[in-house]
């Protein structure tokens, strides 16, 4: 259990926690302070309508969107949406390592350009009603890239840094480089929340040891893999295995309402199992993931939460 003083943030995962999973969690888990969405960014010029369907579906407060320019001009036109939709707080995206985002200038990749984060966070003085946070990473290219632009985040006027302590082109690879986010950590000016292999109470303890000034931890695979993690750190109770069963039933209902057919609900719910198999559920899970419908992935569910009771 870790103190009440550090704050448990809920990472961003795309395809996973959308508005959906994060309300759903919040009611039959909870334990975390606050929820960065998935990033938002243009796709051919324009912001796709299931994201800013997220942000307007939104029931939580302690919810922020996060947005992933490739510039300034991309940052006024994604603040502004974001503003829109009534959100006061937005979170940059500097860390997304996938290759795709790269190829396009944006996430991690703009380590390698200073100057354009440079150009991004000072336009964030364009929008003086609006809080800002960055998640990024320790660089692109190897760990020690954040030398070049410490400066530019001390600089500019944000409420926290959250940093993933790999460099971008590791993705979720080889070990977090925890001497590289510590002399981060000494340098930053801001609020500094870290992220990165937080898979168990253990984890989380080691980290919040080594670094006991940091304002928190950031949760990403972690937490959906066991959704009771940021409980177990509060003290709280733990959740049974019938409320994972009405957990995962009323998610699973609401995307067969939203989602239109087998394959799109098939493709999101198997995503989920992919975190929350296990050793011991492993011959149990791998029928749900096998289901070619929905009528065989209900059957398979059913047996699994039949074992499991």
């Not at 939709?85 to 996938?98: A, E, Q």
Request: hydrophobic letters at 40%; a neutral charge.
């Amino acid at each position: 259990m870790i103190d009440n003083k550090y704050k448990v943030f809920s990472a961003p995962l795309q395809g996973i926690t959308d508005n959906t999973f994060r309300t759903l969690f919040s009611r039959y888990y909870g334990g975390v302070d606050e929820y960065v969405t998935p990033f938002i960014r243009e796709e051919h010029g324009a912001i796709r309508k299931k994201d800013i369907n997220d942000l307007h579906n939104n029931e939580l407060e302690n919810v922020v969107p996060q947005i992933l320019p490739s510039g300034a001009e991309e940052l006024d036109r994604l603040t502004q949406i974001v503003a829109e939709c009534g959100y006061k707080r937005i979170d940059i995206n500097l860390g997304c390592s996938f290759p795709p985002v790269a190829a396009h200038g944006r996430g991690s990749v703009l380590f390698n350009t200073p100057e354009k984060i440079r150009e991004i966070l000072v336009a964030t003085n364009n929008h003086k009603d609006i809080t800002y946070s960055v998640k990024m990473r320790l660089g692109f290219a190897d760990s020690r890239q954040w030398r070049d632009i410490v400066d530019i985040i001390n600089d500019a006027p944000l409420s926290r840094v959250s940093v993933h302590a790999r460099y971008g082109r590791q993705q979720y690879k080889g070990e977090c480089d925890l001497a590289e986010f510590g002399d981060f950590f000494s340098a930053c000016k801001h609020k500094v929340v870290y992220n990165g292999d937080l898979c168990t109470e253990a984890d989380i303890e080691r980290i919040v040891a080594q670094f006991p000034d940091i304002e928190g931890v950031m949760l990403g695979r972690g937490l959906i893999s066991d959704m009771n993690l940021a409980r177990k750190l509060r003290g709280e109770e733990v959740a049974d295995k019938r409320v994972f069963a009405n957990f995962h039933n009323e998610l699973a209902n609401t995307y067969k309402a939203s989602l239109c057919g087998d394959r799109p609900f098939l493709l999101r719910m198997k995503a989920f199992w992919e975190f929350w198999e296990t050793e011991e559920t492993r011959k149990a899970v791998k029928k749900i993931k096998k289901a070619s419908s929905i009528a065989k992935y209900d059957a398979a569910v059913m047996e699994y939460l039949s074992q499991a009771e």
